[in-house]
């Protein structure tokens, strides 16, 4: 098993924007790759925050999968694998491990990964790329984070995005002492709706969302919040406050001229961008009295709430290596079990201590120590 991987680690949104990969796109390279003969079996998961490619294969399959994903996302290799991390064998499978449970999220023990994660893994199976290797051990670490949320505090500190964003929203205060009127565009996302359960009901607060008209019939049963037609979207950011974009749209949804031709009162606006590829032009920030922030600067709010969970993740670790131990025997046994005929005909053949000494000559003396103890526990 190897993964290839770039995370809010490794690289700034803009370029993890160019390696986000949406359903459509997942689906032509999982099978781009399996019936090139790359891989063997293959998952993608793609977030605003990481997209990683798991995948089994020979040791050339590396090499491969780099040079495809180039060529699927027509940038050279040579422009982007300085962004890039290899994890191969059990790195790549402790790496899983990780981000299951939240470990390896610009937010500690984050619950959305987890969910994103399961979409990623059920996608790849569904569209059947995977096999025994990647479904036991997806399995398995989707069992294990669910394992650290209830027996652990990593997730129930309340530092999610969904949190960090609330928070944010919460320090608007507006000079006149009115609500503070938030638009979420992408309010019927799993991401959207995450903000907005955040964000609706706190005092002070008055929230809308977007939606389209041919989508008119789509209901969140959230009380209280009240829905604008998207294609009015520019017209409404003249009386809000608070703008939030967190679609899954290749374009743009609000750009520097069209804004530029909606607002006409001057006051302060904040404008959250939660996607990735990025929903909101950079180039709004430039309009006086609007503060613009995108998926990074949540990072740099993450990480004073992150220090609280140090000791959670330190507990956390040690139920993903329990968690592997267990899954690694799994595999190996499973590997084991087409010489088992063989194994049991060589018993009938020779002796128990004919055997052994022939153990004794082909192992290194650790390993004989292991034969030895699991003999004696029998």
Known sequence: ??????????????????????????IDFLHQLQEQGIVEECVIVSTCNRSEIYFVGDMYAVTKVQQSLADFKQIPVEDWMKYFQVYMDEMAMRHLYKVACGID???LGEDQILGQLKDAFFLARKEGVTGYYLNTIFQDAITCAKKIKTSTNLSKIPV?????????????????????????????????????????????????????????????LEPGVEFVDYDSRYAFMEEADIIISVTSSPHYTITKEELLKALVTKKRRLFLDLSMPMD???????????????????????KENNAIKLQEVKDAQAIVEEFMEEVKKTLLFHEFLQDIPRIKSMFQEKSFESILYDLRERTKSSEFQVVLEALKQL
């Open 105 to 107: 999220s610009m937010v």
């Open 160 to 220: 999610s995005i969904g949190t960090l964003v609330a928070n944010e929203t919460a320090k608007f205060k507006k000079e006149d002492g009115s609500d503070t009127k938030v638009l979420i565009i992408g309010i019927s996302g799993k991401m959207g709706t995450i903000v907005m359960k955040n964000i609706n009901g706190r005092p002070g607060i008055k929230v809308y969302g977007t939606i389209r008209k041919h989508n008119a019939s789509i209901q969140i």
């Open 1 to 26: 098993m190897h993964c290839l991987a770039i995370s809010h680690k490794t690289a700034p949104a803009s370029v993890r924007a160019l390696f986000a990969f949406n359903e459509e796109e997942k």
């Open 280 to 302: 909101i032009d950079k180039n709004v920030e430039a309009i006086p009295m609007v503060t613009l922030h995108d998926i990074d600067y949540f990072e740099y709010l993450s």
